[in-house]
């Protein structure tokens, strides 16, 4: 992970090679805090939701994770999925914000 964010400033930041493939990467550190901030609420948020599956009681992650993640592959590549689709539920607000050029600065 370290070796893929060195490549990932030194592509963005030193180089300024800016092209369709940096541009999650532009709209994730434009807005990092709120992304470190949107992905904390959520995760509280599902975890606290609580479901029924086959009469268990289950916290909202291992739900999401059983229900629909699960069924599509081997655990491995499910919770690959879940991730991705976890990144993506919070790039979507992030990105909207960067589109209306909405910035937190501390």
């Not at 975890?47 to 629909?68: C, E, I, K, V």
């Not at 592959?73 to 790039?91: D, H, I």
């Amino acid at each position: 992970a370290l070796v893929c964010l060195a490549v990932c400033y030194w592509a963005n930041d030193i180089k300024q090679w800016r092209g369709a493939w940096t541009k999650p990467f532009v709209i994730f550190g434009a807005n990092a805090i709120a992304a470190y901030t949107l992905h904390l609420v959520l995760a509280v948020c599902i975890y606290s939701f609580h479901a029924q599956l086959d009469g268990l009681t289950l916290n909202g992650h291992d739900y999401l994770f059983q229900r629909f993640f699960a069924p599509l592959a081997g655990p491995s590549f499910a919770s690959l999925l879940y991730s991705l689709v976890f990144v993506l539920v919070c790039f979507l607000p992030i990105w909207l914000m960067y589109r209306k050029q909405i910035f937190l600065k501390i």
